[in-house]
């Protein structure tokens, strides 16, 4: 069975550009989640999405924005790029809410987003 | 709130040593635990788990068993490799939360020597 796929793999964008981090999650899991691995915070929680509604939001600024598609895929979008906007991007996938066990995560290798 | 302590390392041991990485846990609704482990350039993925106190969970040598009495969730193993040399994570999901996310430590950077 495949697992969680995210593209690209690497990502150079430009301050002040608009970047787009792509997930398709493992067959069967509705829910989404994408996280934050900057060097030295650790891992934040960005946003989580199921059956393509954003469910919960992390403490980050309205320029991190994404969707989820009917085949339950999701795109990250990050506006306006920062230098500290540098990290690893990480979507994990699960069962959706109700299903058991909804609570377990599978990750993605990441996206590795370098702004200069 | 919710949150993970894990005791951040980094961690230098010789081939075949015992291994013990320290989480503790706050949970305002009922706990599932887990870790994972990130090998250099990659992404996480699940080691271990357990959904109620007094579980243990166990994968690829490695042990950790919840304890409710100490909120606790330590991980260990009786001999590691060189192999094991990785990132650890301990997370924490809250069963029942709306909030659906995953709760980390900070990550033990785990070298092992031959």
């Known amino acids: 069975e495949a697992g969680v796929t995210q593209s690209p793999t690497h990502l150079i964008k430009t301050r002040g550009q608009q970047a787009t981090l792509r997930c398709s999650p493992i067959?069967?899991?509705?829910?989404v989640y994408w996280y934050q691995q900057a060097l030295g915070l650790g891992l934040q929680f960005l946003l989580w999405?199921?059956?393509?509604?954003?469910?919960n939001r992390g403490n980050f600024p309205p320029r991190f924005s994404g969707r989820q598609f009917p085949n339950y895929s999701s795109e990250l979008n990050v506006n306006a790029l920062e230098l500290e906007d540098s990290a690893l991007y990480l979507c994990?996938?699960?069962?959706?809410?109700?299903?058991?066990?909804?609570?377990?995560?599978?990750f993605g290798p990441g996206t590795r987003l370098t702004v200069t | 709130g919710d949150s993970v302590t894990q005791m951040e390392g980094p961690v230098t041991l010789s081939e075949e040593a015992f291994l013990t990485i320290n989480c503790t846990y706050t949970?305002?609704?009922?706990?599932?635990l887990f870790w994972y482990v990130q090998y250099p350039g990659e992404g996480l993925q699940l080691l271990l788990k357990?959904?109620?106190?007094?579980d243990k969970g166990s994968n690829k040598g490695f042990e950790a068993t919840y304890r409710k009495e100490t909120t606790s969730f330590h991980l260990e193993k009786g001999s590691v490799q060189v192999s094991d040399s990785a990132v650890y994570f301990c997370?924490?999901?809250?069963?029942?939360?709306?909030?659906?996310?995953?709760?980390f430590g900070r990550g033990t950077q785990l070298t092992v020597w031959p």
């Open positions: 999405y199921d059956e393509g509604e954003e469910r």
């Open positions: 949970a305002t609704g009922y706990p599932s």
């Open positions: 067959s069967g899991h509705t829910s």
């Open positions: 357990a959904t109620k106190a007094d």
């Open positions: 997370a924490l999901s809250v069963r029942g939360s709306t909030l659906g996310r995953l709760y």
């Open positions: 994990a996938s699960s069962l959706g809410p109700g299903q058991e066990p909804f609570y377990e995560q599978y």
